[in-house]
DNA sequence: GAGTTTGAAACT
DNA sequence: CAGTTTCAAACTC
């Protein structure tokens, strides 16, 4: 697709207007076509776009100073451009995707119509030096005259690449992913700079948003008035990039983007600003300025080294196609300027934690959701306090910058910012590994960290979500300062989490809780009146709040909240008011002992936070699912099962029935009459299931129903959590169990992020069924609100599928069925697993959620066999996807989609007979591109050995389970 | 609201 | 690993 549209707009042109141009004429195109190719293969195409594009804005941008006028002053321009070339990648983002391309195609093709590509850029760079000091002087004007000059060339170039557009939609995505990075401290920044990049750099085409103009403009000028060195402008201009990116995804998606923009600029434009200027040299400035896009795809490649993610995918092919750039002109210069990149990703994320301050839409909560879904270590998190940057590119690059992320990154930074602004402490949440908490610094108070994180993960699910998110970025901007900020966040946070459950019941619960929640961030210390509070008054505030029950929390006398007993604590979150707890230490203030006590907890039980109900790993396949045996007894299951002994399995003791979910052979239970599902109809079922289809799954992944749980929990520990909330909402009706499930597990506990896929699982159990057609659709809405962020989740069970589909059985297999002890280690692999094999298929079906990029297609298609794995017969997740999905997850739920409708043999889709056949099958163009990032994967470090120790895991497991079936 | 029941978690 | 104790939620009155 990409080389097509690439061969377009490269097609002649005259270079004075400069407009069209020989993009192969010169070298550059050779390597703007390597980038092109590899961008393709890896969905990375946004990536190279943006390379393309620097380069291309540099080489044009001088010649263009020079015609103009034979003043260096020109050049200062050039340097700016050099910066917006750095910036033009943004500009891409900043227009979701399309002209980016185009500008930056323009540009080098000027450059090669100059004949001078390399040469060009080497003297931009000597350039951009001089323009440093000449910028200072008043180049703004100079960038403005250059901007417009540039427009006029750009928008030809746009117009010619209309395709090109649509890669640039994709890589926009694809850097918001990897810019991960940055983005947290850039977004900010990015905003403006991007704006005002934008204005001068990119044409006005491209630009979609609204105030780029007279932000950029503003920005541009207070960095001059500042006296700011060019270079902070450029740095700026970087992080503009990123942050447009992530903004331009946004809005795109759903329009936070403009919100987002205006929030960003509004609160952090200068001070991130000076801080990475701070940090940067002038000579790293200019270079950055030299080399400008390659420098923003540089950033990563610290993290490229050590990590496989998707990030450091894209990083390494910017990367690479930066090298390439930079070898025809300037090898040490490249490499400095990498170097420097390197730098400023480090300072940026030194820098992030004031800039999270401001409140941008955070990629902290991005990192949290990813964390989720890596299921970052408690060990990493715990180095969150410092650097935030260190963390979050260690997870970023373990995680695979998957859609997910990238909805992360859509997710409101403000949180985390804030959050890590106000408080110095490391991100607190990370109470469950699962959770997201880890990645994210959650420096406010536990609970409202957590909240806002869940907040965030609720808004972003739900495309309604993501209104509320924007309508919360309003807010936020509305708010200036950081500590009205942070409150104001969580409680936006809140809003939009209540707004979104509100659908699903738990909004009165929700609301009462920001209420309260607000009072205590504002009040400073409710927390501490909460504590104070008699637990009585405490248990009625409960007790009110329950009346929905999804409120409900703690109470807990004797354990201080720092035990399992604690379902604040299981469930990785902080007490916060409506807990009714005596000598809690589950809270902020206490978070390291609350990490060291999961510590303790987990080394003796992995699990002991992982999600208690899990979706059978038979329903993966989607033999199964079309067969239809699946079908009819709820997936889900406890993943320990119950151990009832008088309670038949009827009441709230069993937390079987509690979840709504039916006892399974892993139950010891007795007498069971499970309204959900017996545990004898179950292993009825199972046998079925096996004799039937099961055969495949049995096959590979497990024949016996507890290993399906094992299996499905170490495929995707996220699933199993997420998986009860659904059901709770259909069946019983039990409110109160849903809004349990929902409010804690599903919302605040970072199991909750990953639940999406079970969800859509849920809604098979034949309880589902049952309930009524409201409580579906309710648990519908649930699962779409959660879907979106759990795009991760979704993305990871997807990857889980290509793996399976695409791997060789025996890796993936064992990766996928890695053992059920680490499922951070699982979910980091799938993470990673993701980002590595999809990114293309990732990528793609990132872009497609945000945009249709060409990649897609293919990616679908594994997605769809995942999806419909995962959905089972009911195909729940597709249904939501549907539904209220966001463009986005539409956009992939259209993929899957296909699958699911047609027949098997869907385009691309193979029947999946078995996995082996569906990895075969499931490839089809992008295969080569999975392949290489199969391969990619097993080079993550922590990938393997996570997988080998899960894969053990989850085989004792089964073993364990066998053990009980059989007794 | 107090007390009882229940079963998970923790401990030995 | 099994048995016991502890704990907090669920439940009953």
Request: with cysteine; net charge negative.
């Amino acid at each position: 697709m990409d080389s097509p549209k690439l061969s377009e707009s490269p097609v002649p042109s005259s270079s004075a207007s400069a407009s069209t141009t020989t993009y192969f004429s010169s070298p550059i195109q050779l390597f703007s076509e390597l980038i092109f190719f590899k961008i393709q293969h890896f969905a990375i195409a946004p990536l190279l776009s943006l390379s393309l594009q620097i380069l291309a804005v540099n080489s044009p941008f001088s010649n263009y100073i020079s015609s103009l006028s034979p003043i260096k002053h020109d050049k200062a321009p050039h340097v700016t451009r050099g910066l917006l070339g750095l910036n033009s990648p943004p500009l891409v983002f900043t227009s979701p995707r399309i002209n980016t391309l185009g500008r930056p195609l323009s540009s080098s093709v000027e450059a090669s119509q100059n004949g001078e590509g390399d040469k060009q850029r080497t003297n931009e760079s000597c350039n951009l030096e001089r323009s440093v000091t000449e910028l200072q002087e008043g180049l703004v004007i100079d960038i403005k005259k250059e901007d417009d000059n540039w427009d006029n060339v750009s928008v030809q170039p746009s117009s010619s690449s209309g395709c090109v557009d649509e890669y640039l939609a994709d890589p926009v995505e694809v850097d918001c992913a990897n810019s991960a990075y940055a983005v947290n401290s850039n977004l900010k920044q990015s905003n403006n700079v991007l704006q005002s990049s934008v204005n001068g750099l990119v044409d006005s085409e491209n630009i979609k948003i609204g105030n780029k103009n007279n932000v950029g403009k503003k920005v541009d000028a207070a960095q001059l008035l500042s006296g700011q060195s060019e270079e902070n402008i450029e740095r700026k201009l970087i992080s503009e990039d990123k942050s447009l990116k992530i903004v331009n995804e946004q809005g795109a998606s759903q329009g936070l983007s403009d919100e987002f923009q205006k929030f960003e600029s509004d609160t952090f434009d200068l001070s991130s600003k000076e801080r990475e200027c701070k940090n940067l040299g002038p000579q790293k400035v200019v270079e950055d300025h030299g080399n400008g896009c390659n420098g923003f795809l540089h950033q990563p490649p610290g993290s490229q080294q050590g990590v496989q993610s998707f990030e450091g995918f894209a990083e390494n092919v910017g990367g690479d196609v930066d090298v390439p750039v930079h070898c025809m002109t300037h090898d040490l210069e490249a490499s400095e300027l990498q170097r420097g990149m390197s730098r400023r990703c480090l300072q940026f994320g030194e820098a992030q934690p004031e800039a999270r301050a401001n409140c941008s839409i955070s990629t902290n909560l991005a990192n949290n959701i990813i964390s989720t879904t890596s299921l970052v270590t408690t060990s990493e998190t715990e180095g969150l306090g410092s650097s935030h940057l260190d963390l979050r590119v260690t997870s970023r690059t373990r995680q695979l910058v998957n859609l997910s992320q990238l909805a992360i990154n859509m997710i409101p930074q403000c949180y985390g910012e804030k959050s890590s602004l106000t408080v110095p402490k490391p991100s607190g949440i990370g109470l469950h590994l699962n959770s997201i908490v880890n990645a994210i610094p959650m420096a406010q108070g536990g609970s409202a960290s957590l909240d806002l994180a869940q907040a965030i993960k609720s808004t972003c699910q739900s495309t309604e979500n993501m209104d509320s998110c924007s309508d919360a970025f309003e807010k936020v901007s509305a708010s200036p300062q950081d500590g009205t900020h942070e409150v104001k966040v969580c409680t936006i946070a809140d809003s939009a989490i209540s707004e979104s459950l509100s659908a699903m019941e738990s909004i009165e619960c929700n609301m009462t809780l920001n209420t309260k929640r607000k009072f205590s961030s504002e009040d400073g210390d409710s927390d501490e009146v909460f504590d104070q509070q008699s637990p009585k008054t405490k248990r009625k505030k409960l007790s009110n709040n329950t009346d929905g029950e999804g409120c409900k929390r703690c109470n807990c006398k004797k354990t201080k909240c720092l035990k399992l007993y604690c379902d604040c604590f299981a469930a990785g979150i902080y007490c916060a008011e409506p807990c009714s707890c005596q000598g809690c230490f589950n809270r902020p203030e206490y978070e390291d002992r609350v990490l060291e006590t999961r510590k303790q907890i987990e080394s003796r039980n992995p699990l002991a936070f992982a999600p208690k109900i899990v979706q059978p790993f038979t329903e993966f396949p989607l033999s199964i699912r079309e067969d239809g045996m699946r079908k009819t007894p709820s997936s889900a299951r406890h993943k320990r099962g119950c151990n009832c002994k008088r309670s038949m399995c009827l009441k709230k003791y069993c937390e079987c029935y509690q979840a709504n979910v039916g006892c399974s052979i892993g139950c010891r239970c007795e007498g069971c009459k499970n309204v959900y599902g017996k545990k004898e109809d179950y292993c009825v079922t199972e046998e079925m299931v096996n004799r039937s289809g099961g055969e495949r799954l049995e096959s590979r992944v497990t024949a016996k129903p507890k290993k399906d749980f094992l299996h499905s929990e170490l495929c995707d520990p996220h699933h199993l959590t997420p998986m009860t909330p659904s059901f709770n909402c259909s069946d019983h009706g039990n409110k109160a169990s849903i809004s349990r499930l929902l409010s804690r597990r599903c919302l605040p506990s970072p199991e909750s992020d990953l639940t999406i896929l079970s969800y859509a699982k849920s809604p098979r159990s034949p309880r589902t069924s049952d309930s009524n057609g409201m409580l579906l659709e309710t648990s519908k809405e649930k699962m779409d609100i959660e879907s979106y962020c759990e795009g991760i989740s979704y993305n990871n069970a997807v990857v889980l599928a290509d793996e399976f589909h695409h791997t060789p059985l025996p890796n993936q297999l064992s990766i996928v069925i890695g053992s059920s002890s680490s499922k951070a280690r699982e979910l980091t692999n799938h993470s990673r697993l993701q980002v590595d094999p999809r990114r293309g298929s990732l990528i793609s079906g990132s872009s497609l959620l945000w945009h249709s990029s060409p990649i897609t297609p293919m990616p679908p298609l594994d997605e769809n066999k995942n999806l419909q794995g995962l959905d089972s017969a009911d195909g729940g997740l597709y249904d939501i996807l549907e539904d209220d999905m966001p463009d986005i997850l539409k956009d992939t739920s259209m993929a899957i989609k296909p699958v699911k409708a047609g027949s098997p043999n869907g385009k691309r889709v193979s029947p999946p007979h078995n996995l082996h056949q569906l990895g075969s099958s499931s490839s089809g163009p992008l295969r080569s591109g999975r392949k290489f990032i199969l391969k990619a994967v097993p080079s993550f470090p922590p990938l393997t050995p996570c997988i080998d120790s899960k894969g053990s895991n989850t085989h004792s497991r089964n073993g364990l389970q066998e053990n009980r079936s059989n007794d």
